[in-house]
């Protein structure tokens, strides 16, 4: 947008810690947030990102998520481990969880992290690619509060619970891959209800299981999911694998992401760390093979190339920030006229 205020990544760092940090957060985990923010924003997807600060404050604040959490480990056997989140936010506990595999996965070749109650964790392909920066394959499910049902059903059970893999490539970029397993985002559908605009029919159906067009409506029914129940199916080993491994809650038992009201949603993750190289095999070459038969195929792109060239141009031209979103952020905390005022979020509306 031409009116978008351009600020270099250090400043956008700098802007979601701080409004964190005057909302009841600890700095370690307000600096933890801040990279996973700031790393949504390089990767095209602000909907993860500075619009996310709102309601991530808001929750620290009233504290459905306990910002001064601490995050621990324990493992189980040589090659898993159990991170509990402590229902503060979840990125510290990636953050350990990812540690943790790096180093195991060196001695082990594979290696699996479970994260209980947890929170929203933004950018799943982010989070494996990192993974794949480190010379490791990354996969990634996580459940999210219930928004899907199993197919020919009305109740939603599934969250749109994301699955995503990256790997290392020989003298190349990670090939990564992020798919929710809805059709489209919920945020669509909610963009579209605040606009008064309908929506195209086969993204959600209303609350009788029956395909809609009304924006209202799809909000007060169910997701369609990705490949119909074929979706569904994937959205149940997702639940499985990130919720029942791990203790976590199952999505249709948590509050949204998106709000302060309730309890801590108590989300779950599973992360895979495998070694490229664990079946004596040069994986990042043969990696490479494939990626270099994909992208010089007529027409065909990569998974995840388009999002690392937005980050490099993003990391040059700096990030278009909205005044208007730029403000309420810079106004997070500084609402309440006595001394705990960093411990509050701008009123409603703001």
């Given at each position: 947008?031409?009116?978008?205020t351009k600020l270099k990544p250090d400043d956008v760092h700098r802007l979601i810690r701080d409004a964190l940090v005057r909302s009841n957060t600890s700095e370690k985990n307000a600096a933890s947030v801040a990279d996973a923010l700031l790393a949504a924003?390089?990767?095209?997807?602000?909907?993860?990102?500075?619009?996310?600060?709102?309601?991530?404050?808001?929750?620290?604040?009233?504290?459905?998520?306990?910002?001064?959490?601490?995050?621990?480990?324990?493992?189980?056997?040589?090659?898993?481990?159990?991170?509990?989140?402590?229902?503060?936010?979840?990125?510290?506990?990636?953050?350990?969880?990812?540690?943790?595999?790096?180093?195991?996965?060196?001695?082990?070749?594979?290696?699996?992290?479970?994260?209980?109650?947890?929170?929203?964790?933004?950018?799943?392909?982010?989070?494996?690619?990192?993974?794949?920066?480190?010379?490791?394959?990354?996969?990634?499910?996580?459940?999210?509060?219930?928004?899907?049902?199993?197919?020919?059903?009305?109740?939603?059970?599934?969250?749109?619970?994301?699955?995503?893999?990256?790997?290392?490539?020989?003298?190349?970029?990670?090939?990564?891959?992020?798919?929710?397993?809805?059709?489209?985002?919920?945020?669509?559908?909610?963009?579209?209800?605040?606009?008064?605009?309908?929506?195209?029919?086969?993204?959600?159906?209303?609350?009788?299981?029956?395909?809609?067009?009304?924006?209202?409506?799809?909000?007060?029914?169910?997701?369609?999911?990705?490949?119909?129940?074929?979706?569904?199916?994937?959205?149940?080993?997702?639940?499985?694998?990130?919720?029942?491994?791990?203790?976590?809650?199952?999505?249709?038992?948590?509050?949204?992401?998106?709000?302060?009201?309730?309890?801590?949603?108590?989300?779950?993750?599973?992360?895979?760390?495998?070694?490229?190289?664990?079946?004596?095999?040069?994986?990042?070459?043969?990696?490479?093979?494939?990626?270099?038969?994909?992208?010089?195929?007529?027409?065909?792109?990569?998974?995840?190339?388009?999002?690392?060239?937005?980050?490099?141009?993003?990391?040059?031209?700096?990030?278009?920030?909205?005044?208007?979103?730029?403000?309420?952020?810079?106004?997070?905390?500084?609402?309440?006229?006595?001394?705990?005022?960093?411990?509050?979020?701008?009123?409603?509306?703001?």
């Amino acid at each position: 947008m031409s009116g978008d205020t351009k600020l270099k990544p250090d400043d956008v760092h700098r802007l979601i810690r701080d409004a964190l940090v005057r909302s009841n957060t600890s700095e370690k985990n307000a600096a933890s947030v801040a990279d996973a923010l700031l790393a949504a924003e390089l990767a095209g997807q602000s909907g993860h990102g500075l619009r996310r600060v709102g309601s991530y404050a808001a929750q620290a604040a009233c504290g459905k998520v306990d910002g001064h959490a601490e995050a621990s480990l324990t493992q189980h056997r040589p090659g898993s481990a159990l991170v509990d989140a402590a229902n503060g936010f979840a990125y510290p506990a990636i953050d350990l969880a990812r540690e943790w595999l790096v180093d195991v996965t060196a001695d082990q070749g594979i290696a699996i992290a479970g994260i209980t109650r947890s929170h929203h964790c933004g950018v799943a392909g982010v989070i494996v690619e990192a993974l794949a920066k480190s010379n490791l394959v990354g996969l990634l499910f996580a459940n999210t509060p219930a928004a899907m049902a199993p197919w020919g059903s009305t109740t939603p059970l599934f969250g749109t619970n994301p699955i995503a893999f990256s790997v290392p490539v020989a003298g190349g970029d990670p090939v990564t891959v992020d798919i929710s397993l809805s059709r489209v985002a919920r945020g669509k559908i909610m963009a579209a209800n605040q606009r008064g605009e309908a929506i195209p029919e086969g993204w959600a159906f209303d609350a009788k299981g029956a395909p809609t067009a009304d924006a209202k409506a799809a909000l007060a029914g169910t997701m369609a999911p990705l490949g119909d129940a074929k979706g569904t199916v994937l959205a149940l080993m997702v639940e499985l694998m990130c919720a029942g491994l791990t203790g976590a809650n199952y999505s249709y038992e948590q509050s949204s992401f998106l709000n302060a009201e309730g309890n801590p949603p108590g989300a779950g993750q599973t992360l895979i760390a495998i070694d490229p190289d664990a079946f004596g095999v040069d994986g990042r070459g043969r990696f490479a093979m494939m990626a270099q038969m994909i992208g010089s195929s007529d027409g065909a792109r990569l998974p995840g190339r388009r999002r690392q060239q937005i980050g490099r141009d993003l990391q040059r031209d700096g990030i278009p920030v909205d005044p208007g979103l730029l403000l309420e952020i810079k106004s997070i905390g500084m609402w309440a006229p006595d001394n705990s005022s960093r411990y509050h979020s701008p009123p409603s509306g703001s």
